[in-house]
Structure formats: structure tokens, C-alpha cells
């Protein structure tokens, strides 16, 4: 019996085959870690192993692991995800041209002609080794249009990533500080609701102060309901010892932190009603309920849900947890929300809305027998206040300087689009001035020596929110939320880059990516489409690459994922006081000046 033997295939050489397995893993890790943000390198292996090392399976898995309801395949802010993933997915494989493999894979899936040809070649190609059909599969792609920026229609792609996934796939690990983050998301759209609703002119002189001490977002409402609530009710109840100018920009960091507060409050409440939740669970149930307390199981007694509150007024390090405490507990009337929805549900609050709800909380408040005690002054040293007095000086002063750069751009803007006079400032929401940097070439180092007061290192560009109410004639408008991008170098009006509206965001939403942003853990809203500003695709594909964003010959800035997550915990932890942003707030009568003891140099230093 005879047997006729294959031909020999040319040997493969096994060090090409590891290389390109690794290449192919590295591109993988980073087309989940780009498309998604606060993804670790181990955590995006762990979702490809659940998805057999399918990238479009493992991310459906990841947003639906988020709880990301509001994921929306063929959007603006999907598809420019999408295509950012995609660059970094193909540099980190080292593919000899990765912007072109990136934009044959968009062309495929925006055009469902030539996807079905290319398919049906592969699939021949599969059966028949047949150089004419490989010729015709290469000449199908080489004919593709490249697409356009923000044309491509990628629904097709997802469709086919969801009939791949043969079964429900059970994620079994847990992942707290991933989903934290994207709790904390979450919340600040909430805040920026809150903001939005509340009357400009009270917000600028009385409210905003209030609400970044005490606007936390837990209690018997809606979430942003509660912030409202809980801002006014802490206002008129313990009023500032100082009244200070209106500022019409709120401190950054200090609307972070209370949206941190707000977590752990929100965490601390949920796992002290229900005593068989871990932090993990709470969170996931957060997600799914959209920060809505009411919608887990209620408390037996009036005790039980005391507790509970205390719980959540102690995590969140309210000021006065007994008197908030007090207050929640008490605070279930009818009336409030009737106020709140007269006024026209979404629009913005009235003057005369807010007083009545002033009113109404405070009865409320005192129906519960505690008293509200007057604040008391600090005593601190001179030195220590004099130093406090010259940091509250200098974090306004910076604050004016971005309020008209905004004002500026603003007025920009409404000249480009013929609307002269239609817009005004409402608030700015947050502003990140390390956007482009650190640059530390000998010019910018020049640059950043003119600077008040001087930093060691120099970024080129601001990203900022703010908030912008049409002049409609009423209160009763929807305020715009918008971005901007403005240059460090320059105060006149030629310093804008970038202005323009952008969406609220929706609760469980990814957010479009800021390399910058990210690195610094603010949280900005930017445009969907990912396009027109600094740290998006060119930053992304730099730090695939291991470059440095600039040219620093001495102390090279080579960003990473790894970076990026580590740099931003500060931010995203932070829930104490002694941010230098507090020292805006505060004025002269909140503080006794004490005689020194002989040691006050020592607690200070020597100058």
C-alpha cells in the first residue's frame, strides 16, 4: 500500500511567529485600553480572554460590564472612539502603516457593498489557495475610499461583534476601581444639571460656595434634586461669616472632591441599609439605578434609615453630618418637588423658586428640633492668615483671568455664528490648565518665567466647561453647556481654538478621550467626534509609541496608561479639605487672629 506524502512547506521561523503573536496581543490591549478610559492593561486581558481575543466581543462585554446603558453604535462619540482605538491598535502591532490598515478597516465597515465582496474573497481564500483570487482581494481593498472625517456610518461592525458572541458571558471578577470611575462620571453630569438649573445670579453669589461644601447628591430625591436641596438648605441654615465678590467660575478641584464625597456617601448609605451589600455590588447597583437610592429596599425604621444617612454624611465628610442627618430624614415633602417641577422641570430655577425653597427647607429643618448654630471663626495665627488671605488673592485673580478668556471666546463664537448678544455666562464648570505639556524647551521655560505665579513647567493650552443661558427675555431657558480650548500664551481674543456647545452627559456614558484631562483626573466634557483638540489621536498614538509628546532633551514626558491612571487617583481620592482652592472662599471674618506662642515660625518655616 503506497502513500503519497504532502509536499514539504518551507519551514516557519518560530521567533517571527512569537513577535508577531506579540505584536498582535500589544495591539489588542491597546485598542481596549484606548477605546476605553480608566481600562488597565490586566483588566483589558482578563475582558480578551472572556471574548476568546475577539476586540469588538471584549468591548461589548466591557460596556456592558459597565453598566453602560446609553452605549450608542453608529454615534459620533462611538464611531471617533472607534477610530482612536483603531490608530492605537495598529502602532502598538508596529503595522508598517498603521493609519492606512486603520482607514481600509473603517472603509470596510462604513461601506456594506465592499464588505460583502472582501468577505466573500476571504472566504474563497479560505477554500483555495488561488493566486487570482488573492490579486482580486487585494485589488478590491487597494480600491477603497478612504473615508471622511466624522462621515463613517460603523453600525455594521458592532452588529456582526454581537452575533459573534455565541453566550451571555459571565464576568466572575470584580472591578471597584475601574467602575468607581465610572461612577464618578456619572455624578459630575449630574452636577453640571444641578448647576445648569439653579438662577445665575444667586449661583455666582451665594449658592456656588454652598454647593461645593455641602451639595452632596445623596438623600430622599433625585440626584440632582439633592444637590439643589442640600445646597440651598446649607446655606441659609449655616451661612458663610464672609460675603465675598460674585465669581462666575467654580473651583475645580473643589467640584471634584465633593463629587467624591458624593460616591462615598452614596457607597456608605446603600451598604448601611443593606447590610448585605459589598462596595462592588453598591456600585453596580448605582449604575444600573442612576444614583437612585429609592429604588433599593426601604429601612424598617426611621432609626434604620438615620443610620444610614449618618453613614453617608460621615463618608462624605459633611460639615455638620448630625444637623444633615436631621434634615434628610425629615425632608420627604410633596412640596419641594412640586416647587422644583412648576418651574419647569429641566429649565432653570427661578429667583422667587429658590427663596421658597429656602423657606420651605429651613421650616423643615426646624420641625426637627435641632438649632442651627452660628458658625464659629478660626483662630489662627497672623502668619497663618495673612498666607491664607495671599492664596485666596491669587486663585481668584487666576479664576478672573480664565473667566475672560472664556468671556472672550464666548463673544467669538457668537460673531462666527451671527448671534452677537444671544449668549451669556452662566458659570464656568470646570477648567484644566495643563493641557499640552509639560513643554520644557527653552522657549517655553522663557514663557513660563513671565508667568504669575511662576510653575516649574509649561503647558500651551486650557480646556474648560462652562455653562451659557440664552438671552430669551425669561428665566425659564435651557441653559447650553460649552467647551473650549484656549491658549496659555495669549489673553486676547485670538487665543481661542476651539468653542463650541457640547452635550450633557448622558449617566453611564463613556466620556470622549483627554489624554490631558485624564492625566490630571478633571473631568471635562469634550466634543463627540474626538476632533479639533489637543490630546485626542495624535497625543494617543504618541504615548502607544513611547514618544515624547515634545521635545524635552533633558527630562523626556513619556506618557502611558499605567501614567495616566496613577497621576489622576489625587483627584478622583480627595475628600478632605486643604485644597488651595479653598482659600477663594474665605475672608477676613472667618478667622480670630490668636497671639503667637513663641512657636509660630517653627509650624511655618522661616521665609
Given at each position: ?24 496581543f ?9 477605546f476605553f478610559?480608566?481600562?488597565?492593561d ?14 469588538l ?12 446603558k446609553?452605549?450608542r453604535?453608529g ?6 472612539a ?13 503595522y508598517?502603516?498603521?493609519?492606512v ?19 466573500a474573497l476571504l ?6 489557495q ?21 462621515s463613517?456610518n ?7 461583534a ?9 464576568v ?7 467602575l468607581?470611575?465610572v ?12 448647576l445648569?438649573r439653579?438662577?445665575?445670579?444667586e ?10 461644601k455641602a ?6 430625591f433625585?440626584p ?18 464672609s460675603?465675598?465678590?460674585e ?11 465633593i ?5 462615598y ?11 448585605d ?12 439605578t ?12 426611621v432609626?434604620?434609615?438615620q443610620?444610614?444617612f449618618?453613614a ?15 434634615f434628610?430624614?425629615?425632608c ?8 422644583l ?5 429641566q429649565?432653570q430655577l ?14 423643615a429643618?426646624?420641625s426637627t ?9 478660626v ?10 488671605m ?13 473667566s475672560?478668556?472664556?468671556r ?9 455664528n ?8 452662566h458659570?464656568v464648570c ?14 517655553s521655560?522663557m ?15 486650557t480646556?474648560?466647561?462652562?455653562l451659557v ?11 447650553v ?10 489673553d ?19 466620556p ?11 473631568r ?21 509609541r ?16 499605567d ?9 478622583t481620592?480627595?475628600?478632605?479639605d ?5 482659600c477663594?472662599?474665605l475672608?477676613?471674618n ?7 506662642d ?10
Amino acid at each position: 500500500m503506497s502513500a503519497t506524502l504532502a509536499p514539504i512547506a518551507d519551514p516557519v521561523d518560530e521567533t517571527m511567529l512569537v513577535g508577531m503573536a506579540q505584536r498582535s496581543f500589544d495591539g489588542l490591549v491597546a485598542f481596549l485600553t484606548c477605546f476605553f478610559p480608566h481600562l488597565t492593561d490586566w483588566d483589558a486581558v482578563r475582558y480578551l480572554v472572556l471574548a476568546e481575543a475577539d476586540p469588538l466581543v471584549a468591548a461589548l462585554i466591557v460596556i456592558e460590564d459597565r453598566r453602560t446603558k446609553c452605549f450608542r453604535p453608529g454615534s459620533a462619540a462611538t464611531n471617533g472612539a472607534l477610530k482612536l482605538a483603531l490608530n492605537c491598535a495598529t502602532v502598538a502591532a508596529k503595522y508598517p502603516l498603521p493609519s492606512v490598515l486603520a482607514g481600509v478597516w473603517l472603509s470596510l465597515c462604513s461601506s456594506q457593498d465592499s464588505n460583502d465582496v472582501v468577505v466573500a474573497l476571504l472566504s474563497a481564500l479560505q477554500h483555495n489557495q488561488s493566486s487570482d483570487i488573492s490579486h482580486k482581494l487585494v485589488k478590491q481593498i487597494a480600491s477603497l475610499p478612504f473615508p471622511a472625517p466624522g462621515s463613517s456610518n460603523l453600525l455594521e461592525p458592532w452588529e456582526l461583534a454581537a452575533r459573534r458572541r455565541k453566550h451571555t458571558t459571565k464576568v466572575t471578577h470584580q472591578y471597584s476601581w475601574s467602575l468607581r470611575r465610572v461612577l464618578l462620571h456619572t455624578i459630575h453630569g449630574f452636577y453640571l444639571q444641578a448647576l445648569a438649573r439653579m438662577p445665575g445670579g444667586e449661583l455666582r453669589s451665594r449658592y456656588h460656595r454652598s454647593m461645593l461644601k455641602a451639595g452632596h447628591c445623596y438623600g430622599p430625591f433625585d440626584p440632582v434634586t439633592n444637590i439643589i436641596v442640600n445646597t440651598i438648605w446649607y446655606e441659609v441654615t449655616f451661612p458663610p461669616l464672609s460675603q465675598l465678590d460674585e465669581l462666575d467660575i467654580l473651583g475645580t478641584l473643589n467640584l471634584m472632591r465633593i463629587e467624591a464625597q458624593s460616591f462615598y456617601g452614596l457607597v456608605s448609605f446603600l451598604c448601611t441599609r443593606d447590610k448585605d451589600l459589598n462596595s462592588d455590588q453598591a456600585i453596580r447597583f448605582l449604575l444600573d439605578t442612576d444614583l437612585d437610592l429609592a429604588a433599593t429596599k426601604h429601612c424598617s425604621t426611621v432609626q434604620d434609615e438615620q443610620e444610614a444617612f449618618r453613614a453617608a454624611a460621615t463618608a462624605a465628610w459633611h460639615p455638620i453630618p448630625d444637623a444633615q442627618v436631621a434634615f434628610l430624614s425629615s425632608c420627604k415633602t410633596p412640596a419641594v418637588l412640586s416647587l422644583l417641577s412648576d418651574n419647569g422641570g429641566q429649565q432653570q430655577l427661578s429667583s422667587q423658586c429658590v427663596q421658597q425653597l429656602a423657606m420651605l427647607l429651613s421650616s423643615a429643618f426646624r420641625s426637627t428640633g435641632m438649632l442651627a448654630h452660628q458658625k464659629q471663626p478660626v483662630a489662627i495665627y497672623r502668619r497663618r492668615f495673612e498666607l491664607t488671605m495671599y492664596e485666596g488673592r491669587i486663585q481668584r485673580r487666576a479664576h478672573k483671568r480664565i473667566s475672560r478668556k472664556i468671556r472672550a471666546a464666548l463673544s467669538r463664537y457668537e460673531v462666527q455664528n451671527s448671534e452677537q448678544g444671544c449668549y451669556q455666562l452662566h458659570v464656568v464648570c470646570g477648567v484644566n490648565t495643563y493641557v499640552s505639556g509639560p513643554d520644557n524647551s527653552m522657549h517655553s521655560i522663557m514663557l513660563q518665567k513671565k508667568k504669575d505665579p511662576v510653575e516649574d513647567d509649561y503647558y500651551h493650552h486650557t480646556h474648560a466647561n462652562f455653562l451659557v443661558t440664552r438671552n430669551v427675555g425669561s428665566v425659564g431657558s435651557v441653559p447650553v453647556l460649552f467647551f473650549a480650548e484656549l491658549s496659555n500664551k495669549n489673553d486676547d481674543q485670538d487665543s481661542q481654538l476651539l468653542c463650541c456647545p457640547v452635550e450633557f452627559p448622558l449617566p453611564g456614558a463613556e466620556p470622549v478621550r483627554c489624554l490631558f484631562c485624564e492625566q490630571e483626573g478633571i473631568r471635562i466634557v469634550h466634543p463627540a467626534n474626538g476632533e479639533g483638540f489637543h490630546g485626542h489621536e495624535v497625543e494617543f498614538g504618541k504615548m502607544v509609541r513611547g514618544e515624547d509628546l515634545f521635545e524635552n532633551v533633558d527630562y523626556p514626558e513619556e506618557y502611558d496608561n499605567d501614567r495616566i491612571l496613577t497621576n489622576s487617583e489625587f483627584v478622583t481620592d480627595t475628600v478632605a479639605d486643604g485644597l488651595d482652592e479653598d482659600c477663594m472662599y474665605l475672608g477676613s471674618n472667618d478667622f480670630t487672629i490668636k497671639e503667637s506662642d513663641g512657636h509660630e515660625w517653627d509650624e511655618y518655616g522661616e521665609e
